[in-house]
């Protein structure tokens, strides 16, 4: 069975400045997708980017970006230029691309924005 | 389209009634997901559908609940009887293939 594991459960980090949230995994599989999902006090889970195993390119949207290293089984995400609106839980996911293919969430870690 | 759609956004309830919690998920999207987040627990899969089909319900708690999926438009999640510990957010999901999950916002159950 996959495992997604986040072992920071709170960050906090200065409005303008740069966050990182970590999240390693667990799987045997070659082929699947990652993602990191936000989920603010409204409670509405929303996609924030997404990772696929065989490209080497770490995906970037806007401010976030990822560090992808698939040897080391890790995937953690890069805020730059932090916005009080960043604040919010942050669920690390995974998913293989095959049959059987559930999404495998991580226990979130809470990030906290100081003005 | 406009994305997943839950009811109802709230639910409380008294133990021991039925509760049915219903999803539509984004049209043309063939996999459909039940989860339940608590503070304990996290975000849980329940079970998932592929085409209208029940794929995998290993992580459906007991036999209270169960869940439907009759046409490629709508999902239901039933708890039968309810108990207090059911209490949670309950999410819907759907997904174009093996690609990111578009959630519903949620019915938070309350179960007094």
């Known amino acids: 069975a996959q495992t997604v594991t986040q072992s920071q459960p709170e960050m906090s980090v200065q409005e303008a400045e740069t966050v990182t949230l970590s999240c390693t995994y667990d799987t045997s599989e070659s082929d699947y997708y990652l993602f990191w999902y936000k989920q603010p006090p409204s409670r509405q889970m929303i996609l924030v980017i997404r990772q696929e195993a065989y490209k080497q390119q770490n995906a970037t949207e806007n401010r976030f970006s990822v560090n992808f290293q698939k040897a080391a089984k890790s995937f953690s995400l890069k805020i730059s230029d932090s916005q009080l609106g960043d604040a919010a839980m942050y669920f690390c996911a995974y998913r293989r691309n095959n049959a059987g293919n559930m999404l495998t969430f991580g226990g979130g870690t809470r990030l906290m924005v100081k003005p | 389209d406009a994305g997943v759609i839950q009811s109802p956004r709230h639910e409380v309830t008294e133990m021991g009634q039925e509760v049915t919690l219903r999803c539509k998920p984004i049209?043309?999207?063939?996999?459909l997901f039940w989860y339940r987040q608590t503070m304990m627990r996290g975000l849980e899969l329940l079970i998932y559908f592929n085409n209208n089909v029940p794929i995998d319900d290993s992580g459906m708690p007991e036999d209270r609940f169960s869940a439907k999926m009759p046409n490629a438009s709508f999902s239901t999640l039933k708890i039968q009887p309810s108990e207090p510990r059911d209490s949670a957010v309950y999410f819907c999901?759907?997904?174009?293939?093996?690609?990111?999950?578009?959630f519903g916002q949620g019915t938070r159950l309350t179960v007094v």
């Open positions: 049209s043309g999207h063939d996999y």
């Open positions: 999901a759907s997904s174009a293939g093996y690609l990111e999950a578009f």
